[in-house]
T-cell receptor
Framework: QQPVQSPQAVILREGEDAVINCSSS?????VHWYRQKHGEAPVFLMI?????EQKGHEKISASFNEKKQQSSLYLTASQLSYSGTYFC????????????FGKGTRLHILP | NAGVMQNPRHLVRRRGQEARLRCSPM?????VYWYRQLPEEGLKFMVY????????ESGMPKERFSAEFPKEGPSILRIQQVVRGDSAAYFC???????????FGSGTRLTVV
């Protein structure tokens, strides 16, 4: 099952914060986050494994609540370079080793 | 390290022709994944391969589509008798082991005319 991302789109001014959510109906082993700019390849941001851990990458961090099968990506003090589409990808608990991606959240940062 | 190399970047085929998309994973990466992306949509899983083995092809149409990752050379995604609906961006990704993040190639944009 494809994870569900919300919101579908966000418009922010530079310096504002954003939260992108990802939820699954299946038990998860891991959650991945990627960012894709228009016409480019998706770029890996971070992976979170079961255990409720939180990770950070510059001013971008994420959490994973395995009991609720949910993950959230936090973008703090957003920069123009953060614009793009953010995808969460989930690997199921049975470790079938493939990632299923959500439909993405489009983030546009205004100067 | 050259990253994941995909070619061609753009491919135009007439209906009924064959399309061959190539992907060379990053050095040291033995897991290869193919995804399809339509405009304004997410990445749809197609197939997962390791050297000489198809591990999971549950996302690939049963007809006209095939994939391989031979012992030597790149992974190939082959689409026979292409139709307009096959037009999309096809991305290849690789990882060194289970549970690692993926590195994506720049994709092949297939247009069927």
């Amino acid at each position: 099952q494809q994870p569900v991302q919300s919101p579908q789109a966000v418009i922010l001014r530079e310096g504002e914060d954003a939260v992108i959510n990802c939820s699954s109906s299946k038990a998860l082993y891991s959650v991945h986050w990627y960012r894709q700019k228009h016409g480019e390849a998706p770029v890996f941001l971070m992976i979170l494994l079961k255990g409720g851990e939180q990770k950070g990458h510059e001013k971008i961090s994420a959490s994973f609540n395995e009991k609720k099968q949910q993950s959230s990506l936090y973008l703090t003090a957003s920069q123009l370079s953060y614009s793009g589409t953010y995808f969460c990808g989930t690997e199921s608990f049975n470790r079938d080793d493939k990632i299923i991606f959500g439909k993405g959240t489009r983030l546009h940062i205004l100067p | 390290n050259a990253g994941v190399m995909q070619n061609p970047r753009h491919l135009v085929r007439r209906r009924g022709q064959e399309a061959r998309l190539r992907c060379s994973p990053m050095k040291g990466h033995s897991h290869v994944y193919w995804y399809r992306q339509l405009p304004e949509e997410g990445l749809k899983f197609m197939v997962y391969l390791q050297k000489e083995n198809i591990i999971d092809e549950s996302g690939m149409p049963k007809e006209r589509f095939s994939a391989e990752f031979p012992k030597e050379g790149p992974s190939i995604l082959r689409i026979q008798q292409v139709v307009r609906g096959d037009s999309a961006a096809y991305f290849c990704a690789s990882s060194p082991r289970d549970g690692d993040g993926y590195t994506f190639g720049s994709g092949t944009r297939l247009t069927v005319v």
